[in-house]
């Protein structure tokens, strides 16, 4: 098999953020001799509003900074608005999954239905034939011509758990310029000073585009108001209070706000979001071990697995891998861990590799605990 194969030429439409990834990825797909063409996604219909200083990719400036980087490149540039597409698929989305108890992950959800979904559809109607974006993440080409998605060359930099959302098809119309070549984000950035791109010493955007000071509690509560409730321990003692349930996730420790300390002096941490009686659970680190789960909306980057298989997991963007038992069962996918993991919420995505190769993910929909009295039995 082999990598990011040139066949021929291609149409090849890039999707300019602003920062330095997204422009040198453009101009490699330049340099290799591809019809390129720049796009900035406008994803708020007031620009301002989105963010300042270097959290995200939605302002004017980073607009401007792009248009900059695609005239140094030579190619033509435009700014598409999906801002109504984007509020509805990915921010209205975040907010109903907080308040439903979840934690979702909304740049998995961007690349899904924004990047992948209304950009690659809107790209291949205009005769396009891929989308080209600054993710680091590898393609490998098979020899009956069916693409595979697989970790950068760099895992330290490895994007692919939130492209772990794309199908076969999405993947054949994808190109990531900088996930096949082992270099560290300071040669990326000398790379763009040597192409003349100003955005070359930019910092990189951190945090969620769409929360302009990072502030995800204050967000919500703008959107869903106060909803005053309990917070609990495992026995159903109440040992604190909150103004809205959707402002925890699990695994969490600082902020609980809980006037007096547990009977053993450690510290607790969010077990259980629960939106129907308003409550959050607290307890022990150890209650925040699991031994399984039960993820839905599966999403295969190519052929669904057949029958149960081992795999390894990743479970949060910035997480390790751990192995994992897996099987689709009547369209859910039940995972099952040889060693507990901590701090998995419903919500996140978890996605299953293969050696490097990306074999799909899935959204969390519960968790088992680990025993902890059976453990401690044996």
Not at 27 to 54: C, I, K
Not at 115 to 135: E, Q, R, W
Not at 167 to 181: C, I, K, N, V, Y
Request: charged share 25%; aromatic share 6%; proline share 5%.
């Amino acid at each position: 098999m082999t990598e990011n194969p040139q066949r021929r030429p291609l149409r090849v439409l890039a999707a300019m953020s602003g920062g330095v990834d997204s422009a040198v990825a453009a101009a490699r797909a330049a340099a290799a001799g591809h019809d390129v063409t720049g796009v900035h996604l406008a994803l708020s219909a007031n620009p301002q509003s989105f963010r300042t200083g270097a959290r995200g990719c939605c302002t004017l400036e980073d607009s401007r900074d792009a248009r900059r980087a695609a005239d140094v490149i030579g190619i033509p540039f435009y700014v598409w608005d999906l801002a109504e597409r984007f509020r509805e698929d990915v921010v209205d989305d975040f907010v109903a999954e907080y308040e439903a108890g979840r934690t979702p992950n909304p740049c998995l959800r961007c690349n899904e239905k924004i990047k992948f979904a209304a950009l690659l559809d809107k790209a291949l109607a205009l005769g396009f034939d891929a989308v080209c974006t600054g993710h680091y993440a590898t393609i490998v080409t098979r020899d009956d011509g069916t693409r595979e998605l697989h970790r950068a060359s760099d895992t330290a930099k490895d994007q692919s758990y939130v492209l772990g959302v794309l199908d076969e098809r999405q993947l054949a119309h994808a190109m990531f310029p900088l996930g096949d070549t082992l270099t560290t984000k300071d040669e990326i950035r000398a790379e763009a000073e040597r192409r003349g791109l100003a955005v070359a010493r930019k910092p990189d955007s951190h945090d969620i585009c769409f929360i302009a000071d990072g502030d995800t509690q204050g967000f919500l509560a703008q959107r869903l108001g106060s909803a005053p409730g309990e917070i609990v321990d495992e026995s159903g003692t109440a040992v604190g209070s909150h103004d809205g349930a959707y402002g925890f996730t699990i695994g969490q420790r600082k902020g609980l706000r809980i006037g007096h300390p547990a009977p053993d002096g450690k510290p607790r941490y969010v077990l259980d979001i629960s939106p129907v009686d308003n409550t959050v659970t607290v307890g022990p680190a150890e209650g925040l071990d699991i031994t399984a789960l039960t993820a839905i909306r599966p999403r295969w980057c190519g052929a669904a697995p057949a029958g149960p298989g081992t795999y390894t997991a990743q479970l949060r963007a910035h997480g390790g891998e751990t192995a994992a038992t897996a099987e689709l069962v009547d369209g859910t996918l039940r995972v099952t861990f040889p060693e507990p993991v901590r701090g998995v919420a419903p919500g996140q995505a978890i996605v299953l590799y293969d050696g490097t190769r990306v074999v799909g993910s899935a959204t969390i929909a519960s968790t088992r605990r680990r025993d902890l009295a059976a453990a401690s039995a044996g």
